[in-house]
C-alpha cells in the first residue's frame, strides 16, 4: 500500500523569505501523481500544485515549485518569497491513475505560520 | 461553474440520530469521493464512485456508514446511528476521467455528535 509521510508538523517562516515543506511517499508503482494542497483556516481544499510522475521537469506554480526526486521518493515544495495569505495547513497528496483507482492519500500535514 | 456543493456546512446532532450529509459534485465530472478529517486520523478516503457506481468502499468504517449515488449530480453520506467518534470534516470531491487529473473538493461538512 502507498504511505505519505510529512515528518515536519510545523513550519515558520518570514515573510519574504523562502521556505520548504517536506513530503516522502512509498510505493511500487511508476505511474501516478503527486499533488500539494493548502487548507486555510476556512478548511477549504485548494490545489497548489501538482506533479506527473512520468515528467523529469519539476512544476512550478508562480511562487511555488517543487523538488521531485523520483528515486528517493520524495516530493518537496518550496514557497519563495512568503506571503502573510501562505499560512495555512499544507497536505502532500500521492494518487495513482483513474484507471487504477484515482483516490487521494494524504500525508499528516504541514502546519505553516508566516511571521510579519 | 458553482464548484462541488455540500450541506450542510455544520450539522450538531445526539449520539443515536441519523444524519445525512449531502454533496452535488461539479457537472460533467466522472468520478465522487468522499473524505473524512480527523486529528487523529486525517485525511482519509471513505468511499468512491466513477459514473454513479460504488468503486471502491473500503474506507467506509463500518456499518452504520452508508453511502449512495443516486444519479450524476447528487450523493449522501449517511451514518446511522451516529457516535461522537463520528466528529469530523466530511469533503466531498470530483474529478472528471481525464484531463488535469485536478480533485476538486467542496468546502466540508463539520458534523459534531454530541
Known amino acids: 500500500a502507498q504511505t505519505v509521510t510529512q515528518s515536519q508538523p510545523e513550519m515558520s517562516v518570514q515573510e519574504a523569505e523562502t521556505v520548504t515543506l517536506s513530503c516522502t511517499y512509498d510505493?511500487?508503482?511508476?505511474?501516478?501523481?503527486l499533488f500539494w494542497y493548502k487548507q486555510p483556516p476556512s478548511r477549504q481544499m485548494i490545489l497548489v500544485i501538482r506533479q506527473e510522475a512520468y515528467k523529469q521537469q519539476n512544476a512550478t506554480e508562480n511562487r511555488f515549485s517543487v523538488n521531485f526526486q523520483k528515486a528517493a521518493k520524495s516530493f518537496s515544495l518550496k514557497i519563495s518569497d512568503s506571503q502573510l495569505g501562505d499560512a495555512a495547513m499544507y497536505f502532500c497528496a500521492y494518487r495513482r491513475p483513474l484507471s487504477q483507482g484515482g483516490k487521494l492519500i494524504f500525508g499528516q500535514g504541514t502546519e505553516l505560520s508566516v511571521k510579519p | 461553474d458553482a464548484g462541488v456543493i455540500q450541506s450542510p456546512r455544520h450539522e450538531v446532532t445526539e449520539m443515536g440520530q441519523e444524519v445525512t450529509l449531502r454533496c452535488k459534485p461539479i457537472?460533467?465530472?466522472?468520478?465522487l469521493f468522499w473524505y473524512r478529517q480527523t486529528m487523529m486520523r486525517g485525511l482519509e478516503l471513505l468511499i468512491y464512485f466513477n459514473n454513479n457506481v460504488p468503486i471502491d468502499d473500503s474506507g467506509m468504517p463500518e456499518d452504520r456508514f452508508s453511502a449512495k449515488m443516486p444519479n450524476a449530480s447528487f450523493s449522501t453520506l449517511k451514518i446511522q446511528p451516529s457516535e461522537p467518534r463520528d466528529s469530523a470534516v466530511y469533503f466531498c470531491?470530483?474529478?472528471?476521467?481525464?484531463?488535469?487529473?485536478?480533485?476538486?473538493f467542496g468546502p466540508g461538512t463539520r458534523l459534531t455528535v454530541l
Open positions: 457537472s460533467g465530472h466522472d468520478y
Open positions: 510505493t511500487s508503482e511508476s505511474d501516478y501523481y
Open positions: 470531491a470530483s474529478n472528471r476521467a481525464s484531463g488535469s487529473n485536478e480533485q476538486f
